[in-house]
């Protein structure tokens, strides 16, 4: 194909794609408005875009495996500790000690931080610490949340 017919192919081609596309944006934009993305409750970031899902996973588990020592709902717990209750507190209405409790949440943590680990949401590496920390005496949560001053 000589020069001057591949431009003229190309030209021809072009406007025809411009027409239909001014066709279609202008029936489009007439009928209905372009959707604007929004965050709602249900969606999480994708993971190459979230630094700390992992960390939120676990502090997620964290929480539903408190709550479900403690008998009450992840959203009721949450409540509470905004509300400034801790979870000794919590605990010691329930007539828990810290190592009954703790004993309680190592043994409904672990399936949860299994879960996230059969899944690629955290390593069994994190799991691992997670679960260590809590058996070395740190409860997450028992003295309350410590916000950032």
Same mark, same amino acid.
């Given at each position: ?5 591949? %431009?003229?192919?190309?030209? /021809?081609?072009?406007?025809? %794609?411009?027409? &239909?596309? @001014?066709?279609?944006? /202008? @029936?489009?934009?007439?009928? +209905?408005? +372009? ?34 020592? &403690?008998?009450?709902?992840? $959203? +009721? #717990?949450?409540?509470? &500790?905004?509300?400034? $209750?801790?979870?000794?507190? #919590? !605990?010691?209405?329930?007539?828990? +000690?810290?190592? $009954?409790?703790?004993? =309680? #949440? /190592? !043994? ?5 931080? $299994?879960? &996230? /680990?059969?899944? =690629? ?17 740190? %409860? ?7 916000? =950032? =001053?």
């Amino acid at each position: 194909m000589n020069p001057f017919a591949a %431009v003229a192919v190309k030209a /021809v081609g072009a406007a025809g %794609v411009a027409a &239909l596309l @001014s066709v279609g944006a /202008v @029936s489009v934009s007439a009928a +209905t408005p +372009t959707p604007k993305p929004t965050a709602t409750a249900g969606t999480t970031t994708p993971p190459s875009t979230d630094r700390h899902a992992d960390r939120r996973a676990i502090r997620r588990a964290v929480i539903e495996a408190e709550a479900d020592v &403690l008998g009450t709902t992840p $959203q +009721t #717990l949450v409540k509470d &500790l905004r509300a400034g $209750q801790k979870v000794s507190d #919590l !605990a010691r209405d329930k007539g828990m +000690t810290k190592e $009954q409790f703790e004993t =309680k #949440l /190592v !043994a409904s943590l672990k399936p949860r931080l $299994q879960t &996230l /680990v059969e899944h =690629k949401v955290i390593t069994q590496a994190q799991a691992d610490k997670a679960l260590d920390r809590i058996s070395k005496g740190y %409860v997450p949560f028992w003295d309350g949340i410590h916000r =950032k =001053k």
